[in-house]
């Protein structure tokens, strides 16, 4: 089992990006998807976690301005980022955990790869 990301890229401050996240071996309804982002030099964060009891924000610094939002069919999570600053510069990676969501990244176990995304001012 395993997670995929994609979706990332450079863009203008300003700007929009949406992140995807495919499960592959399994569907995600029955876990937590947490996007975690990591700048260089700084520790993984949580960002925004959806479970089956809904999303939860772990960054104060992305509120209203980044959603997340699932499509069952397509077994997709999405991390929609809008307003984009340069201090959102990162390597996003989503993560899953059974049933619930965890600010702690030391509690999911299974990861993506991570898509960077740099935001220019």
């Known amino acids: 089992v395993q997670l995929v990301e994609s979706g990332g890229g450079a863009v203008q401050a300003g700007g929009s990006l949406r992140l995807s996240c495919a499960p592959s071996?399994?569907?995600?309804?029955?876990?937590?998807i947490n996007w975690f982002r990591q700048a260089p030099g700084k520790e993984r964060e949580g960002v925004l976690c959806i479970s089956r009891y809904g999303s939860t924000y772990y960054a104060d610094s992305v509120k209203g301005r980044f959603t997340i939002s699932s499509d069952n069919a397509k077994n997709m999570v999405y991390l929609q980022m809008n307003s984009l600053k340069p201090e959102d510069t990162a390597v996003y990676y989503c993560a899953a955990i059974l049933h619930r969501c965890s600010r702690s990244a030391n509690e999911y176990y299974i990861w993506g790869q991570g898509t960077q995304v740099t935001v220019s001012s």
């Open positions: 071996g399994f569907t995600f309804d029955a876990y937590g």
